[in-house]
Structures are given as structure tokens and as C-alpha cells.
């Protein structure tokens, strides 16, 4: 099913509006690469529902954490590197998993042996004193 485009896109003042914040703001915020909205052919500023999930992170970060707009943008590198590696990782994971079914194993089946607690196990009765 194809998304309708019309659907989760607000103009800038809509957004500043919802958000309490001034309209220069969020042209800051895209200025500084924070924000990436996308641009109708007559260039207004259209923010999807991606970019208010942005929007409202990059507002956590300001608000709550006093984080300023270098580090907002730190933040939000690492982050997006973590989701790269989380993707990568994924990806070696299931090339993993596949090897393993080609080579007629199932990747679900543990063959790690069971970990020693270190404990000693008593007998029923418990310790007898000699």
C-alpha cells in the first residue's frame, strides 16, 4: 500500500506551533543540519512525521539535558552510526545464520556446553557433620 504523500506533512508554522517554538528556530535547526524537511516546489518547508520524531529528540536534548546545538549534533551522529552498526551487525548475523543452514545446522540449536557455577551440590540430607 503506497503512503499518501499529503499525510503527516506540516508547514513550519504548524510545527512551531505544536512545539512552542519560534519559526527561526526550526530554520536554525536546518541551517545547523539538524533537520532535513523537504521543500514544496515553491521552497516551503514541509516537516513528515520522521522529521517531528527528530524534532522532539533534538527538543529532549535541549530541554531537558541542556545539551547545545554541537552537542545535539554529536548526539545525533553517534546515533545514527549506532543504528548503521546495529544494521550491519544484523546483517553478518542472518549471512551467519544462513552459512550454518547450508551447511545443514540449525542456527537455533545451542551447542555452547552448560556453564559451571562453581557451586557444589548437597545431597538430600544436606551436610553431615563427621
Do not use: C, W
Request: proline share 5%; glycine share 10%; aromatic share 4%.
Amino acid at each position: 500500500m503506497r503512503r499518501d504523500p499529503k499525510q503527516g506533512v506540516y508547514m513550519i508554522g504548524v510545527v512551531a506551533a505544536r512545539y512552542n517554538i519560534h519559526p527561526q528556530t526550526l530554520r536554525l535547526y536546518e541551517r545547523e543540519g539538524l533537520l532535513r524537511p523537504s521543500r514544496t516546489e515553491g521552497k516551503t518547508r514541509l516537516y513528515s512525521d520522521e522529521n517531528l520524531e527528530r524534532l522532539e529528540f533534538i527538543l529532549s536534548l535541549i530541554r531537558d539535558l541542556g545539551v547545545n546545538l554541537a552537542g545535539v549534533e554529536v548526539v545525533l551522529d553517534l546515533r545514527s552510526r549506532m543504528q548503521q552498526m546495529q544494521d550491519e551487525m544484523g546483517g553478518a548475523i542472518e549471512a551467519m545464520k544462513q552459512r550454518m543452514r547450508d551447511a545443514g545446522l540449525d542456527p537455533g540449536e545451542s551447542r555452547a556446553p552448560s556453564k559451571s557455577t562453581g557451586l557444589v551440590r548437597l545431597p538430600r540430607q544436606g551436610l553431615v557433620k563427621r
